[in-house]
Structure formats: C-alpha cells, structure tokens
C-alpha cells in the first residue's frame, strides 16, 4: 500500500474485476491468481479466450502461468531488476508515452537514469529470465492499449516490497496503461476484507480513507468527532510491536482476528514476545495458537452471524447480512469493542453496525456515500465522495489521487539473505487452494482438510537428484533460524535452486525457519526469499521399534518353512 | 394412472394454502439478497413461480449438504431420521428427471435409508418449463421442458389457467378433495398445451446431443490429451459437483462434542473432483492426476449412467454452465466433442 | 475326492427377507475377544461372530469405531475353520488407530459381510498359486484356509509371499501350518536381512518355480497396486489364461454399499462389483 500511495496517492486495485475480460494483454507478476483468487483467474481465462495475450512472471510454474504466452521465471527477489530491464527496452525503442509522462506525472528524469542502465542483458544476469524474453515483453506490454498488471504478495512479500511496487507503478505511468478501463494497475487483495480493513485505518500511520495520522487537518477533523485528543505519532507496525515486547517495552497486546504465532516469520521470536507480555487478549472466532497464550480470549462472531460491510479487491464494498442466530454468547467485533470502550470510560453508543457506517461515510472522502441502504444490490466502489455518487469503476481517471503521479528511481538490490555453501537454496513460502491462512477456521473442515494433509517442500528433480530424495521422502529444511522436517514433493513447478513450502501446517510450521527481514517502509515481512538448506531424513536403526519377529526363533520358523522336507501330502 | 386436469390461476394459492395444512409448503422465494431460493413459504404470493428455470435446487432437500445420520454416546446410538412432510412447488422438468435418476441410483439393491426416509415424504408440483436459460439443455436429452410421466404433478401455464397433469399416486393424492377447483380438460386446453410446450421449445439456445459425444468417445476418437486440455483449465472448486442435481457422493465425518465420547456420525456432500477424494489411508493416492479425475466424472455421466440405467447421468439443467470458473462444464466440452472429428 | 460340489455357505445378514436391509449404515456392535499384536503396527483383532452372521473369502466389513470413522477391512477368517471373525488391521489412518486401541472386552461396530466373494469354485480340481505382498496376505489367507481344509477338492496349492523384512511377516504360524499340509510355499524379502537364510526379491521373480502348471493353473492375487499390476501382467505373459487370474482391490471407502462414491473406478464400484475382479475385467481400465 506504502508504495502505490507514494506512486498515486492511494493503493487499490485501479480497475474492476468485470473489465479484465476485454483486456488485450494482461501482465500478473508475483501471482498465484488461479490458486489464490480463482474468481479473477476466471476473468483471466475469459481474455486469453478472447485473444488476449498473457504474460506471468514467476518463478514457479503455476496453473495460470501454464496459459501464457509468455512465462518469465525470474529468481525469486530480483523482481526490480525484471522490470528496469522491461522499462529500459520501452524507453531505449521509443515505446514511452511521453505526452502522459509530460502531462501526469513528475521525476521522470531522476528515474529514466537509473533505469538506462539496467539494460535487458543487465537483468538476464541478475534474473536469469532471456534478455529476449525481457524484450518481447516490453514490447507486447507497451504497444498494445488495453493493458492490465496484477501483482500479489509475489511482489509485496520482500525486504524491496514497496520498491517492486514503486517499479511496477513506472511500468503502468510510462506506457500511460492507467486512468482508463481495462488500463491499470492491480494488486490482488487476498484475505476476505483485508482492502476494507487497510480502508478504515487498520494501519498504523492513516485514519480510515487513508488519512494521515501526521496531517493536523485530518486529526482535527477526527478529534472532533470523536471529542477526544489523539496522538500525532504514527503507531507501531506489527513488527515493531513484537520487537518492542520483546524488548519488554510493550506490556500488553489485544490481538483481534490474527494468528501472528503462525502467520509471522521466525515464530520462536513471536511467542518469545508474546510470553514477554504482562497481559495478552485475543479475540477470535477459534481457538488458534495465539489464543492458546492469551490471558483472556473475547470470543467473536463469524461472517455470517453478523451485519455489516465486506471490501473486495475492487474497492467494492458490499454488505453481509446476519444468516443465522451468534452463539456460545459470541459477539461481533464492533460490539466486543464498544462495550470495551465503555468499560474504559468511552461511550461509544453504537446499536448497529449501519450507525458506525454512517460515521465513517462522515468522517472519510473516499466512503462519503458508502451507506448501508445503497449497498443492497452489488455494493459501490469506493471511491464514492456523496450519496448521489455512483461508485468509481476504474481510478485515476484525467489525474492521479495525489494529482501528478511520482515516478521513483529504483534500483536493485539483493534480497537480505542470499545462499551459500551452507545454505544453497531460496526458499520462498505461499499458499495452497485448500487451505486458508494458518487452518484456524479450514482445519476443521474433513474434506478441506483431506486434500492437503501435510506440509510438503516443491523442489526441482535435478535438485532432488542431487541431494539424493525422491517424492514421499522426508527432509529436514535448516536455515539460521531453524529447521523443520516436511515431506519432498519433486515438480518441475519450482525452478532449480528454489524450493517451495506453504506455510499454513503447525506440525512443520515454515516460519519456524522463514527470515525476520522485512521492508523497511511498509514493514512486511520477506516471506518469499530466505536461504535454507536441504538435509534428508534417515531413519536411524534404533528407531523402528524391535519387535519379537525379530527373534531367533521367529527366524527359525520361517527358515524351517524350506527346511522340513518331510512335510506330510 | 395419468389424468390431466385444469385449475384456474385465480385458485392456485387456495389449493395450495390448502396442502400446506398437511406438509410443509416449499417454494422458490426472493431471498433479502435477491437470490432465489428454494424456502419455507410463508405468504404464498411471494413464491417466485417465473424464476429462470436452473437458479434453485431441490437437491438440498433429498440429499442434504449435511445430514446427520447418527447421534452416539457411551449409552448408544441413536438416528434422528427426517419424517418431515414436504410439498415442493416450481421445480422444472429437468430437476423432475434428476429425481428419477438419484432413486435409480440411492434404490436398488442396497436401498439408501436416508435418501428413501426424505424421498418418501416429498411431493412435487413441477411447472412445465416455459422460460429455460440460456444454459439449459434439457430439450436434447428428453429430460425437459415438459414431461410425459416421472412427475407427481405438472403444471402447464395457459395464461389465465394451469393444465395440471397428474403422474403418480402421490400426485393423487395432491389433488384428492379438491374437485370443487379443478374441472376436465376441453380441446382449448390441449391446443393451448400444444403451442405453450411450442413455444418453450423454441426458446433454447443450445441444441446438444450428448448420444453423438458418448458414441464418440465409445469409438476411441477422444484421446487422453482431449481430457488433459479440459483438465488443465480445472480450478478444483468442485461447483459442478455441488450443483449438479444428480451427482451423488458423501463423505462420512464422526464428530465429536470437544473431547468427550458423545457426537454425531453425519454426512456430507463430498466431489470427485478434489484429489483426496480417492486418497487412502496411509497416504495412497489413486486419482493424483486432475486429468484422470475430470475425465472419470465426465465418463460417468455419459458412458457410465447409460451403460447401467440406460439413461445419461445429466439432465441438461446448465448450472455447471453458471458455475465452472474454467469454462469446461458439460455444455462446453460436449459442444466441442461433437465439433471434433 | 476331487470334483465334489463343494458348499457354500455365503449368508449374508445384512440383508432382509425383502432383499433390502432396514439400515443400511447402522453398524451392529460385536466384542472384542483377542487382540494379537503381529508386528509394531499390525494387530490380529478376534471378535464374536454374531449370530446368523455368515461369510466367504474375499468378503469385508465396514469397521468402525463412534468418533473415529468406518474403515473397510477384509475378513482373514474362514467360515467353518474360526470361530471367530478375525481382522487384520495396519494402523495407518484415524480408524485403524482407533481400532489398535481396543483392548479384550471392548466393542467396534461391524457392517456386513459386504462385497463379492473369491470365485474359487472354477478352480475345482486345479491347481492354485497364491501371490501375496505384505498385509495383501490377510484376505487371502481366508481363502487358503477354505481351499486347505478342501484339500480334496482342489489341485495342489502354493503361494509366494512378499514381505518388507523378516520382521513384516504376517500370520507366522499359519505359514508353517499351511507347508505342514503340503503347500509350497516361497516366503520372500525385499531387502537382505541379518540371520535370513530364505529368499531376497520381488514376488515376481519367484513366479513360475513352483509346481504349478501356468497354463492350466489358477491364481489369487494380493498386495500393493504396483504388485498386483505385475503380477497379473507377468502370469499372463508367461501363459495363464487371464480369466484364470483374480485378484482383490482396496479402496478408499465410506460406504461399502456403493453409495458414497469414493471407490468408483472405471464405471464399477469396488465395494459392490469387487472387492475380488477377474484379470479381464481391470484390463480394460487404464489403472492394470
């Protein structure tokens, strides 16, 4: 989000879902979109029917990339240098739509700089991807109109995540491929919400709409209405927070909706930060294993017992409505919260959840019309500034939120660990189809949990081969943190030198061994690249427990089976 | 056993008012939403009767997404069972055919006491289809829009009067008491009859013969990569299992009440489109492959279900035309078998 | 004597004088007698046949345990040769730990018997091979112990019977009972051993070195699907007749009555069309 509002001055999906059909070239780097949002895949598939050309960038060889026309299959963190070789072949053959980069957008001398010299030889050494392959892309993205980028955590989940970002916003601002339908620039949200959450204000340093915490008008305006004075201070990321605990300056910690026990890298960290803790609260809807050290545990309401609103990738938000009766006394978060409040001496006086709409739609430009009563058929797309407003479909339309659009000179460097001798792959983490997040809610599903029973590591079979494992077998995966034992699963789908492990299984938990790195603006964690190595797993003699067929007399009766010749007929 | 009677519009809530004092009257209803659903009905007006012919499902009231079969405890077990009485009203001919293929398949030589429990006490009063989608298909496979028996009732709209014909005994036994409403059909009924069932035929969109696809595929002229190409496209969601209104499978979970000896064995809608569904114990996996798994539930419904009841496993209703993310659904892939050469 | 009708006592309780069953999943609770451990995860359970219970070779049950699920599991008993119904069971999943647990005394739930029986009448006065690998042996061993006790009525019998290790051996005493009756048998490992003195190889490899005739010989096969794939392929190729070949499969199943789904292979359902098929009719699918 960090990298995308410093680009354009808000961070959302630029088009909606319904325009990516009549796309002509759709690029999705860092996305495992039919896995991970099969509905938009489906859209995907829809324009590659439709004669569109698709282009995915990603190291693994996953079902969406087995349907483009172009797969480039980078290494794992050197996204940045992918895409200055992709600028440098549009800027070097005339592609760049300079009218727009004129009209709309500012700094693009410092950045042409710094991209001139990634040429696409530069980055074939440092992504392994073919120059050649780096300029047809170029030249397939840049000349066609109605072209679309998407990009998920493969992107974000980097110590350079806002610098892929920033990159990825260049590309779109030098080819002029944003402001118009089936033009854009689009990051694929993943959990249900997780757009309507960074919306209202669940970020540290923004109010709800992405109002600054450090803009004296916006505080104002939100001292007001909630009569109170408030800090000037961005919070503390979710990192911070832990280091900070562990350092035993934070005493306690309220935990809603999260599983930082499986979902954060380096867990024994975590829970080491967590046990540092005077008092922890977690409110959930299921016990997980962050609730398992909590003092109290606030028991919450599942989507479908309770009213309220739901933000898709598209800005849309839309509104769910209770289904069936709470039970075991749970309550809906915002109800758990007010009565928090009132508790503490705060009257918040909420009786619904279309109240806590309204005052949203107040207090925050981009939601000003969003209202409950207007949300009964398919929702609105934010942004909606009053309650006459249709809904935006695609943004940025004439000028870029922020007014011009900035491009920033990026240039590459490393990922935080690289491998060695001793640790000679790249591991990078994902997701799986069947499971969702850390199985808190998909583990209690018998035929979710079916499908994907345990954790496995994808690696390349010239890498098996030559440490010595076939598919089934177990390994040990050792990085500097730690080691976990998972099964070898041997694809093609991961290239040499890079293995693959999903990180939702607590009996091989991944980010027991994943790298605490994290970016150093937006403060997400480096999931996809650390150094690990691969150690197979041999059972020792002694561990197969000895058995009394083992006996010499247990022996003997089945060696006297050939040596009693004179067996009655 | 058939007969054919007629019933003014103007009567049709009072008769059914009436056979909701015996059961429990389900119909297709607007949900808050505005999804269509077959529910419980509570003012008969609001029933949805004109509703595109494949958005609800009966299929959830035979053979349940979740059924629990047995309660167990340290002092026994016990089965709930279901005795409820239903009246379903508004399902097509098509969800009518897909009726009569899960009794083939839950009857037989091991009766399904569950699946015949729920079958015994529901009545239908399906409506002769007069607004298919244009995802239906039923017209090729003689499994709508109107039928010639199968039915308890079926109700043909003639503008101002619905011809009802009467199928079975317990479609009788819909009708018995109510020969104040209902009077003998006249020859203006029957040519109305005729030009309504016209004029639904002329409303399809898509002519499919799947008998050219299975003599196709009986000939040996689809080779394997025909299923890899479908397959490739497969996004495992398994919406064409759970929609459709005769695939069958279940999966059987024991859940238990927290850690303690009591709960309930149930079961639950399973598809033979997710990989574990094959899976043994001990980590066996049979099916692995998504090309091996599309293709066995394609064979299934057209070579299979003929080979053992003479009729395909598929009633042409379309919904895993809406669903199928992949665009594979039966539909496509059997218009484009019938192209292939 | 040979030729002699042999009889056949196939009952089958579950179902009603109407030809149906009442329940069809209801499982009928039997106790636990003996529980034999056979190696670190095979145990021999015994449990009381119920009364007007009956069976044949080659048939299984649906086992289950409340809490834990159903299993199927063949029965490795003999009509008329046990009292009892005896299941060997691997723990290898949910149910089968659960069944591990029960100790003398306890109860499991039972449905059936289920499934098709071993068609050993056609091979009246034959002679016959048994091929078996690892827990493959105990459904065959019901039928061994029907033909043994027949003696007359068949040709001569002999098996050979792939194991992991020596410490995998299944059914030991029944082994050296069965070669005391005169079957020839070939017990096999798949790697060296210390202190084994027998053979070290595949099943496939010893096939054919016993006094059977192939081409007049019948064979009951069972094992991993790999093996029997092998086996069948190799009887075949060496001559035997491929109507002669049988052998029985295992599936994943929840139902065992042809319902659930789960065991569909090729338009036939392995728990009511098998679990015991003729070579001809696997050829034809893709899988053999």
């Given at each position: 989000?960090?990298?995308?509002?410093?680009?354009?001055?808000?961070?959302?999906m630029?088009?909606?879902?319904s325009?990516?059909?009549?796309?002509?070239?759709?690029?999705?780097?860092?996305s495992?979109?039919?896995e991970?949002?099969?509905m938009?895949?489906?859209?995907?598939l829809e324009?590659?029917?439709?004669?569109?050309t698709?282009i995915?960038?990603?190291?693994?060889?996953t079902?969406i990339?087995?349907?483009?026309?172009?797969?480039l299959?980078?290494?794992?963190?050197t996204?940045?240098?992918?895409?200055?070789?992709i600028?440098?072949v549009?800027i070097?053959?005339?592609?760049v739509?300079?009218?727009?980069?004129?009209?709309?957008t500012e700094?693009?001398?410092e950045?042409e700089k710094?991209?001139?010299?990634?040429?696409?030889?530069?980055a074939?050494?440092?992504?392994?991807?073919?120059?050649?392959?780096?300029?047809?892309?170029?030249?397939?993205y840049?000349?066609?109109?109605?072209?679309?980028?998407?990009y998920?955590m493969?992107i974000?989940?980097?110590?350079?995540g806002?610098d892929?970002?920033?990159?990825c916003?260049n590309l779109?601002?030098?080819t002029?491929h944003?402001?118009q339908?089936?033009?854009?620039l689009?990051?694929?949200?993943?959990?249900?919400?997780?757009?309507?959450?960074?919306?209202?204000?669940a970020?540290?340093d923004?109010?709800?709409?992405y109002q600054?915490v450090a803009?004296a008008?916006?505080?104002?305006k939100?001292?007001?209405a909630?009569?109170?004075?408030?800090?000037?201070?961005?919070?503390?990321?979710?990192?911070d927070?832990?280091?900070s605990?562990r350092?035993?300056?934070?005493?306690?910690?309220?935990?809603?909706?999260?599983?930082p026990?499986?979902?954060d890298p380096?867990?024994?960290?975590?829970?080491?930060?967590?046990?540092?803790?005077?008092?922890l609260?977690?409110?959930?809807?299921?016990?997980?294993?962050?609730?398992?050290l909590a003092?109290?545990?606030?028991?919450?309401?599942?989507f479908?017992?309770?009213d309220?609103?739901?933000t898709?990738?598209?800005?849309?938000v839309?509104?769910v409505r209770?289904?069936?009766?709470?039970?075991?006394?749970?309550?809906p978060?915002?109800?758990?919260?007010?009565?928090l409040?009132?508790k503490?001496?705060y009257?918040?006086?909420?009786r619904?959840?279309?109240e806590?709409m309204e005052e949203a739609?107040?207090?925050t430009?981009v939601?000003g019309?969003?209202l409950?009563?207007?949300?009964?058929a398919?929702?609105?797309?934010w942004?909606?500034?009053?309650?006459d407003?249709?809904?935006?479909?695609?943004?940025?339309?004439?000028?870029?939120?922020?007014?011009?659009?900035?491009?920033n000179?990026?240039?590459?460097t490393?990922p935080?660990?690289?491998?060695d001798?001793?640790?000679?792959?790249?591991?990078?983490?994902?997701r799986?189809?069947?499971?969702?997040?850390?199985?808190?809610?998909?583990?209690?599903?018998a035929?979710?949990e079916?499908?994907e029973p345990?954790c496995?590591?994808?690696?390349?079979?010239k890498?098996?081969?030559?440490?010595?494992?076939?598919?089934g077998?177990s390994?040990?995966?050792?990085?500097?943190?730690?080691e976990?034992?998972?099964k070898?699963f041997v694809t093609?789908?991961?290239?040499e030198?890079?293995?693959?492990?999903?990180?939702?299984?607590?009996e091989?938990a991944?980010n027991?061994?994943?790298s605490p790195?994290?970016?150093?603006?937006?403060k997400?964690?480096?999931?996809?690249?650390c150094?690990?190595?691969?150690v197979p797993?041999i059972?020792?003699?002694?561990?197969?427990?000895k058995?009394?067929?083992?006996?010499?007399?247990?022996?003997?009766?089945?060696?006297?089976?050939?040596?009693?010749?004179e067996v009655?007929s | 056993?058939?007969?054919d009677l007629?019933l003014?519009?103007?009567?049709?809530?009072?008769?059914l008012?009436q056979l909701?004092?015996?059961?429990?009257?389900i119909g297709?209803?607007?949900?808050?939403?505005?999804?269509?659903v077959?529910?419980s009905?509570e003012?008969?007006?609001?029933?949805?009767?004109?509703?595109p012919?494949n958005?609800?499902?009966?299929?959830?009231?035979?053979?349940p997404?979740k059924?629990?079969?047995y309660?167990?405890s340290?002092?026994?077990?016990?089965?709930?069972g279901?005795?409820k009485?239903r009246v379903i009203?508004?399902?097509?001919s098509c969800?009518?055919?897909?009726?009569?293929?899960?009794?083939?398949?839950y009857g037989?030589?091991y009766e399904d006491?569950?699946?015949m429990?729920?079958?015994?006490?529901?009545?239908f009063?399906?409506i002769a289809?007069?607004?298919?989608?244009?995802?239906?298909?039923?017209?090729?496979?003689g499994t709508?829009?109107?039928l010639?028996?199968?039915?308890?009732i079926?109700?043909?709209?003639?503008?101002?009067?619905?011809?009802?014909?009467?199928g079975?005994?317990?479609?009788?036994?819909?009708?018995?008491?109510?020969?104040?409403i209902?009077?003998?059909?006249k020859?203006a009924?029957?040519?109305?009859?005729?030009e309504?069932?016209?004029?639904?035929?002329?409303k399809?969109?898509?002519?499919i013969?799947?008998d050219?696809?299975?003599?196709?595929?009986l000939a040996?002229?689809?080779?394997?990569?025909?299923?890899e190409?479908?397959?490739?496209?497969?996004?495992?969601c398994?919406g064409?299992v759970?929609?459709?209104p005769?695939?069958?499978?279940?999966n059987?979970?024991?859940?238990?009440?927290?850690?303690?000896?009591?709960g309930?064995r149930?079961?639950?809608?399973?598809g033979?489109?997710?990989?574990g569904?094959?899976?043994?114990a001990g980590?066996?996996?049979p099916a692995?492959?998504?090309?091996?798994?599309?293709?066995r539930?394609?064979?299934?419904?057209?070579l299979?279900w003929?080979?053992?009841s003479?009729k395909?496993?598929?009633?042409?209703?379309?919904?895993?035309t809406?669903?199928c993310?992949?665009?594979?659904d039966?539909?496509?892939?059997?218009?484009?078998?019938?192209?292939?050469? | 004597m040979?030729?002699?009708?042999?009889?056949?006592?196939?009952?089958d309780?579950?179902?009603?004088k109407n030809g149906?069953?009442?329940?069809?999943?209801?499982?009928?609770?039997?106790?636990v007698?003996?529980?034999?451990?056979?190696?670190?995860d095979v145990?021999l359970?015994?449990?009381?046949?119920?009364?007007?219970?009956?069976?044949?070779?080659?048939?299984?049950?649906m086992v289950?345990?409340?809490?834990?699920?159903?299993a199927?599991?063949?029965?490795?008993?003999?009509?008329?040769?046990?009292?009892?119904?005896?299941?060997?069971?691997?723990?290898?999943?949910?149910v089968?730990?659960a069944?591990?647990?029960?100790?003398p005394?306890g109860?499991?739930g039972?449905?059936?018997p289920?499934?098709?029986r071993?068609?050993?009448?056609?091979?009246?006065?034959?002679?016959?091979?048994f091929v078996?690998?690892?827990?493959g042996?105990?459904?065959?061993r019901?039928?061994?112990?029907?033909?043994?006790?027949?003696k007359?009525d068949?040709?001569?019998?002999?098996?050979?019977?792939?194991?992991?290790?020596?410490?995998?051996?299944?059914f030991?005493?029944d082994?050296?009972g069965?070669?005391?009756?005169?079957m020839?048998i070939t017990?096999t490992?798949?790697?060296?051993?210390?202190g084994?003195?027998?053979n070290?190889?595949?099943?496939t490899?010893?096939?054919g070195?016993?006094?059977?005739?192939?081409?007049?010989?019948?064979?009951?096969?069972?094992?991993?699907?790999i093996m029997?794939?092998?086996?069948?392929?190799d009887?075949s190729l060496?001559g035997m007749?491929?109507t002669?070949?049988?052998?029985?499969?295992?599936a994943?199943?929840k139902c065992?009555?042809?319902k659930?789904?789960?065991?569909?292979?090729?338009g036939?359902y392995?728990?009511?069309?098998?679990?015991?098929?003729e070579y001809?009719e696997l050829?034809?699918?893709?899988?053999?």
């Amino acid at each position: 989000m960090a990298g995308l509002a410093s680009a354009f001055g808000s961070g959302a999906m630029t088009n909606s879902i319904s325009e990516i059909a009549d796309a002509r070239v759709i690029f999705v780097v860092g996305s495992n979109t039919t896995e991970q949002h099969p509905m938009i895949a489906m859209h995907m598939l829809e324009a590659v029917d439709r004669g569109a050309t698709l282009i995915v960038a990603d190291p693994r060889k996953t079902q969406i990339a087995a349907f483009a026309h172009t797969h480039l299959r980078q290494r794992s963190g050197t996204d940045v240098a992918l895409l200055n070789g992709i600028m440098n072949v549009i800027i070097g053959e005339g592609l760049v739509d300079i009218n727009f980069v004129r009209r709309r957008t500012e700094n693009f001398d410092e950045f042409e700089k710094v991209v001139k010299r990634c040429t696409p030889e530069v980055a074939e050494k440092i992504t392994g991807v073919a120059a050649s392959d780096i300029q047809r892309v170029a030249r397939i993205y840049a000349t066609e109109k109605r072209s679309m980028l998407f990009y998920s955590m493969g992107i974000t989940q980097h110590v350079t995540g806002v610098d892929n970002v920033r990159s990825c916003a260049n590309l779109v601002m030098l080819t002029a491929h944003i402001g118009q339908p089936m033009t854009g620039l689009n990051p694929l949200r993943g959990q249900n919400n997780v757009q309507g959450a960074c919306d209202m204000g669940a970020l540290p340093d923004v109010y709800s709409g992405y109002q600054k915490v450090a803009d004296a008008g916006a505080r104002k305006k939100f001292e007001s209405a909630w009569r109170r004075k408030l800090p000037s201070a961005p919070g503390m990321t979710m990192i911070d927070m832990f280091d900070s605990a562990r350092e035993g300056k934070l005493k306690a910690m309220y935990i809603v909706g999260e599983n930082p026990v499986m979902s954060d890298p380096d867990t024994s960290h975590v829970v080491e930060a967590i046990r540092k803790l005077d008092f922890l609260v977690v409110q959930d809807i299921f016990m997980s294993e962050t609730a398992e050290l909590a003092d109290v545990i606030l028991p919450a309401v599942t989507f479908a017992e309770k009213d309220g609103t739901f933000t898709n990738t598209e800005r849309r938000v839309q509104k769910v409505r209770r289904a069936v009766r709470p039970m075991y006394g749970a309550m809906p978060d915002w109800k758990i919260i007010s009565e928090l409040s009132k508790k503490m001496g705060y009257e918040m006086g909420y009786r619904a959840a279309h109240e806590i709409m309204e005052e949203a739609a107040l207090l925050t430009p981009v939601y000003g019309g969003i209202l409950h009563h207007r949300l009964d058929a398919f929702g609105l797309q934010w942004p909606c500034p009053d309650a006459d407003h249709p809904g935006t479909s695609f943004m940025h339309r004439k000028k870029f939120a922020k007014g011009l659009g900035t491009f920033n000179p990026i240039e590459f460097t490393p990922p935080e660990e690289t491998t060695d001798m001793a640790y000679p792959f790249i591991l990078t983490t994902g997701r799986l189809y069947f499971r969702y997040h850390t199985a808190t809610m998909c583990g209690r599903t018998a035929t979710l949990e079916r499908e994907e029973p345990e954790c496995f590591v994808e690696i390349n079979p010239k890498d098996a081969g030559r440490i010595g494992i076939r598919s089934g077998n177990s390994v040990k995966a050792v990085s500097r943190r730690g080691e976990i034992v998972v099964k070898a699963f041997v694809t093609d789908r991961t290239p040499e030198g890079i293995v693959f492990i999903p990180f939702h299984f607590r009996e091989a938990a991944v980010n027991l061994i994943t790298s605490p790195a994290v970016d150093p603006v937006a403060k997400i964690p480096e999931f996809k690249v650390c150094a690990i190595n691969l150690v197979p797993v041999i059972p020792k003699p002694g561990e197969r427990p000895k058995n009394h067929y083992n006996r010499k007399e247990d022996l003997k009766i089945l060696n006297e089976l050939y040596e009693e010749p004179e067996v009655p007929s | 056993m058939k007969s054919d009677l007629v019933l003014s519009k103007a009567h049709l809530s009072y008769w059914l008012r009436q056979l909701r004092k015996e059961a429990d009257l389900i119909g297709p209803l607007r949900s808050t939403d505005g999804d269509i659903v077959f529910s419980s009905v509570e003012n008969i007006h609001d029933i949805v009767a004109d509703c595109p012919a494949n958005l609800p499902c009966q299929k959830e009231f035979l053979f349940p997404q979740k059924e629990e079969m047995y309660k167990f405890s340290p002092k026994g077990t016990e089965r709930p069972g279901n005795h409820k009485k239903r009246v379903i009203f508004g399902i097509r001919s098509c969800d009518v055919s897909a009726v009569g293929l899960m009794d083939t398949f839950y009857g037989g030589q091991y009766e399904d006491d569950f699946y015949m429990e729920r079958r015994k006490n529901t009545f239908f009063i399906s409506i002769a289809c007069n607004r298919p989608d244009s995802s239906c298909f039923c017209i090729g496979l003689g499994t709508g829009p109107f039928l010639k028996e199968g039915f308890d009732i079926q109700l043909t709209d003639l503008g101002d009067r619905h011809m009802v014909q009467v199928g079975s005994a317990k479609g009788r036994q819909m009708i018995k008491g109510f020969d104040h409403i209902f009077r003998r059909p006249k020859k203006a009924d029957y040519d109305d009859q005729y030009e309504a069932n016209l004029s639904s035929q002329s409303k399809f969109e898509k002519r499919i013969t799947l008998d050219n696809v299975r003599r196709k595929i009986l000939a040996g002229k689809v080779p394997d990569s025909f299923w890899e190409g479908v397959a490739s496209r497969c996004f495992q969601c398994g919406g064409c299992v759970y929609q459709c209104p005769v695939c069958t499978c279940f999966n059987v979970v024991d859940w238990k009440d927290g850690g303690a000896e009591k709960g309930i064995r149930m079961r639950i809608w399973d598809g033979c489109m997710f990989k574990g569904f094959t899976k043994m114990a001990g980590n066996v996996w049979p099916a692995e492959q998504i090309a091996a798994r599309t293709k066995r539930w394609y064979f299934h419904k057209l070579l299979y279900w003929p080979e053992q009841s003479g009729k395909f496993g598929c009633v042409g209703c379309g919904r895993c035309t809406i669903t199928c993310p992949g665009k594979i659904d039966m539909a496509t892939v059997a218009n484009r078998l019938e192209k292939k050469d | 004597m040979k030729n002699t009708k042999v009889h056949w006592t196939c009952k089958d309780v579950t179902r009603k004088k109407n030809g149906k069953r009442g329940e069809l999943y209801a499982p009928v609770m039997v106790r636990v007698l003996d529980v034999v451990e056979m190696t670190p995860d095979v145990k021999l359970i015994k449990v009381e046949k119920p009364k007007g219970f009956s069976y044949s070779p080659g048939q299984f049950l649906m086992v289950s345990v409340w809490g834990a699920g159903e299993a199927p599991i063949s029965i490795t008993s003999t009509e008329g040769v046990h009292n009892e119904i005896e299941l060997c069971i691997r723990k290898v999943g949910l149910v089968t730990s659960a069944l591990h647990n029960l100790k003398p005394g306890g109860l499991m739930g039972v449905r059936g018997p289920l499934g098709n029986r071993f068609p050993v009448e056609m091979a009246l006065g034959k002679d016959i091979l048994f091929v078996a690998g690892g827990i493959g042996l105990a459904p065959l061993r019901a039928l061994v112990n029907f033909v043994l006790v027949r003696k007359g009525d068949f040709g001569r019998a002999a098996m050979i019977y792939g194991s992991r290790g020596p410490s995998e051996v299944l059914f030991r005493d029944d082994l050296k009972g069965w070669a005391a009756k005169g079957m020839d048998i070939t017990v096999t490992i798949d790697r060296k051993a210390e202190g084994w003195r027998q053979n070290v190889g595949l099943v496939t490899e010893f096939l054919g070195k016993q006094k059977i005739p192939i081409k007049e010989g019948y064979a009951f096969i069972c094992g991993p699907h790999i093996m029997i794939k092998n086996v069948m392929r190799d009887l075949s190729l060496m001559g035997m007749p491929t109507t002669h070949i049988v052998t029985t499969l295992e599936a994943h199943m929840k139902c065992g009555v042809g319902k659930c789904g789960h065991c569909y292979m090729d338009g036939k359902y392995i728990c009511t069309d098998g679990p015991v098929f003729e070579y001809p009719e696997l050829k034809k699918s893709g899988a053999f």
